[in-house]
């Protein structure tokens, strides 16, 4: 059974960065029929895409927040990161990772997520 | 950053049908259809269909979804208390570049 789980700090400060990883076990992260991506819920409130990648790095972002994104992945640690730079109190929400299958990809296998709060 | 439109709430009865709504235009819903997701109360979201009414594994039958040139519809059939959650779609946007959500239908289950 495929499973994903974030990590990384709950609280950042503003104007700082935001890193997190997920960690896919129970499968490859190396298979050219998935993507690997990040979306974000603001508390309360709905979904929001950040970005997503295939394995060998080729990343997709939101255009409202492609300035400060990064996504990796490591093959080697089956993992993908996210790095959002510059981040304010609206950047607060729990991150989810998520796999992505079929065809137009949807996000098909998600994380548990993890509040991530932006404040001094 | 809702980029399609579902209405809010939507509240039906115990074993009654429910369809929901997602409004998109012709480069989202109307060019490669929506994904629905379901969501309980501090839980992940959970695929239930994909292009229209493709089904992942173990999703019930008494969940479909279609489509009508821009507007995408998830119809819940015999409804259960299990199913009162928050149904989100989702698209491709092809003109904007990015994958688009609708605010979210609360069902509520009488």
């Known amino acids: 059974q495929l499973q994903l789980q974030e990590s990384g700090p709950g609280l950042v400060k503003p104007s700082e960065t935001l890193s997190l990883t997920c960690t896919v076990s129970g499968g490859s992260i190396s298979s050219s029929s998935y993507y690997w991506g990040w979306i974000r819920q603001p508390p309360g409130k709905g979904l929001e895409w950040i970005g997503t990648m295939d394995y060998t790095g080729i990343t997709y972002y939101n255009p409202s927040l492609k300035s400060r994104v990064t996504m990796s992945v490591d093959t080697s640690e089956n993992n993908f990161s996210l790095n959002l730079i510059s981040v304010t109190a609206a950047d607060t929400a729990v991150y989810y990772c998520?796999?992505?299958?079929?065809?137009?990809?949807?996000?098909?296998?998600w994380g548990q997520g993890t509040l991530v709060t932006v404040s001094s | 950053q809702a980029g399609l439109t579902q209405p809010p709430s939507v509240s039906k009865g115990l074993r009654q049908t429910a369809t929901l709504t997602c409004t998109g235009n012709s480069n989202n819903v109307g060019y490669q259809g929506a994904a629905w997701l379901q969501q309980h109360q501090g839980h992940p979201p959970k695929l239930l269909s994909y292009r229209n009414n493709n089904r992942p594994s173990g999703i019930s039958e008494r969940f479909s979804a279609s489509r009508s040139g821009n507007t995408a519809s998830l119809t819940i059939t015999g409804l259960q208390p299990e199913d009162e959650a928050d149904y989100y779609c989702?698209?491709?946007?092809?003109?904007?570049?990015?994958?688009?959500f609708g605010g979210g239908t609360k069902l509520t289950v009488l």
């Open positions: 998520a796999r992505w299958g079929g065809s137009p990809p949807s996000p098909d296998y």
């Open positions: 989702s698209a491709w946007d092809r003109s904007l570049s990015t994958r688009v």
